[in-house]
């Protein structure tokens, strides 16, 4: 088992028996669970998963705000190898994802390898493997560390001015504080992405008051997002597991075409565009409403909202939005830049993530004492997303570069979890010590993402978390297939193998 220092192991070359790999494996969302699973089902139990919160779920355990619905439909919105067959809803509300993660977690055997409330605080390369250290001092040895940490973990808090005098209740919505009354109240809610209008629909019906800050507006594609799944359904698909299949694989089919339209410039982007407007005018008849919701850049250039709802809550009588600049707060409300003063009881913050953060700020130290702060200082970058020069024997799942704009994050979660387990394999073969990218893997890489990234949407004129602050785009601008292609199978070019000489 992977134990702390004091721990009992034995990590030595058997020369009859093929080495036992132990592993760490940071964080347990999405990525985490998904990598904890490929390596069980590779054959190898020697790992702990270390996660900082309080459960299993990442994104979806940090989240649960009013509203809280997964856009992406709920049956492609899972693992492959766990299908849920019985979502309530086509777009499953977030605490129904969590418990299905919670359930993936007990039904895969994973939670004697969790440690809930340890966040990882720094690891270190020691030459052959890493040290791993938690928050309150427990070290644990390991063979390879996978950050599995997650892209929006770190919630985007702006300093505005006078916050701190505010006497009403302030909360951001990726740390909810369900006990805070919201009916009846004059709230406040500030941003405008997927969070902010999901949070302002579900709202506006009980507030006293409701006004949406909004700096830039985005384009709200129309979708039922509260479509229930008939229980009919749910049940045949339990019963007809081929079926269910069936259903996932046609899904990851139709998600080719999201790629291609928000990838490559067409007459479909086109289509979906118009359609974004329309759902703009069709549903919003007040011009200077509709006016002050026109965005100025493309539909599909930020990472798309879908909201069947959020137009007609803005319509609502007691519902406003604001789009003059907040100049500051005051113990009782919002001062704008037009002079007006709006009193709130409640400022809600959907201000978003800073999406470039990955495992930092962890004090994380490769080969030679580099640390992840110098090797990013460019910012975020690694060979096919989850190898990075300097840093022997780690690897990133859903890392930079991954395709959270793109291609179905579970699937792209797996690829990249068995392209790791690939590399382990032959480690435990005995056929190295440690694995490290090359720096010139690592360029081209960059640079063929670069190319493609060209004549993509997200690339069209508009500010979004997709940019990091060096100005590239943090997205993967291929389609699924050459995802899989680049991570079918270690390429042993675009990495230096060592063997790590021992001491008799
Ligand atoms: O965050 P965002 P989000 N003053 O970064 C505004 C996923 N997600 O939490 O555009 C005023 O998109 C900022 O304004 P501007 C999904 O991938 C998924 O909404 O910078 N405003 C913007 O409007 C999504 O894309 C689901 O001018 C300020 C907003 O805050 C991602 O999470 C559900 C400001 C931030 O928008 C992030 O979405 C929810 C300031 N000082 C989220 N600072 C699913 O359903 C920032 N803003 C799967």
Same mark, same amino acid.
């Given at each position: ?21 132990? /592993?760490?494996?940071?964080? @347990? ?90 966040? /990882? ?25 996978i950050a599995a940490t ?121 289509a979906v565009q118009e ?61 704008? @830049? ?35 702060? %110098?090797a990013w200082a460019k ?34 979660? %797996? ?20 694995? %490290? ?8 890489? %960059? ?22 602050? @060096? ?34």
């Open positions: 088992m992977v134990a702390d220092v004091s721990g009992q192991h034995g990590g030595a070359i058997d020369a009859h028996a093929r080495r036992r790999p132990r /592993v760490v494996i940071i964080g @347990a969302g999405v990525s985490g669970i998904a990598s904890a699973i490929t390596l069980q089902r590779s054959g190898f139990d020697d790992f702990v998963i270390l996660e900082k919160g309080s459960d299993v779920g990442g994104v979806w355990h940090w989240n649960h705000y009013p509203g809280l619905t997964c856009d992406v439909p709920s049956h492609l919105y899972q693992f492959g190898f766990a299908p849920k067959p019985d979502w309530s809803q086509v777009f499953a509300p977030g605490p129904e994802i969590q418990e299905y993660l919670a359930d993936v977690v007990d039904r895969f055997g994973l939670r004697p390898h969790v440690r809930v409330n340890a966040e /990882v605080t720094a690891a270190r390369f020691t030459g052959s493997g890493w040290v791993v250290e938690t928050g309150d001092g427990t070290r644990y040895e390991a063979d390879f560390v997650g892209v929006l973990h770190h919630p985007a808090m702006p300093e505005l001015p006078g916050l701190g005098e505010f006497t009403g209740e302030v909360l951001h919505t990726a740390r909810w504080d369900d006990t805070v009354a919201t009916d009846g109240r004059r709230i406040a809610v500030i941003g405008t992405g997927s969070t902010g209008v999901q949070v302002v629909s579900a709202l506006q019906p009980k507030a006293r008051q409701l006004t949406h800050f909004v700096r830039s507006p985005q384009w709200v594609i129309w979708a039922p997002m509260w479509l229930p799944q008939p229980a009919a359904i749910g049940v045949a698909l339990e019963r007809l597991p081929r079926v269910n299949r069936a259903l996932y694989q046609a899904g990851m089919t139709g998600a080719r075409l999201f790629t291609d339209v928000v990838t490559r410039p067409s007459w479909r982007r086109r359609y974004a407007r329309l759902s703009l005018r069709a549903q919003v008849r007040d011009p200077r409403l509709r006016a002050d919701l026109t965005p100025d850049y493309q539909p599909l250039c930020k990472r798309q909202v879908l909201s069947g709802s959020y137009y007609r809550a803005l319509n609502a009588r007691n519902a406003d939005l604001v789009t003059d600049a907040i100049e500051t707060v005051t113990p009782t409300g919002i001062r704008t @830049a037009d002079g007006r003063h709006h009193e709130f009881d409640l400022i809600v913050f959907a201000t978003g993530f800073k999406a470039h953060n990955y495992m930092r700020p962890m004090n994380l130290t490769g080969r030679e004492g580099l640390s992840i702060d %110098e910012g975020p970058r690694a060979y096919r997303m989850t190898a990075i020069p300097g840093f022997p024997n780690l690897f990133t799942v859903l890392g930079p570069n991954s395709p959270t704009g793109s291609i179905p994050l579970h699937h792209a979660a %797996e690829v990249t979890a068995r392209y790791i387990a690939e590399w382990i394999k032959r480690w435990s073969a005995g056929e190295f010590d440690t694995v %490290e990218v090359t720096e010139t893997a690592t360029a081209r890489f %960059e640079s063929e993402v670069s190319d493609a990234l060209e004549p993509t949407v997200w690339n069209t004129g508009c500010n979004s978390w997709y940019f990091t602050e @060096a100005g590239t785009i943090d997205l993967l601008p291929f389609d699924r297939s050459t995802m899989e292609t680049m991570l079918a199978a270690p390429e042993d070019v675009d990495f230096h193998l060592r063997t790590v000489p021992t001491d008799d």
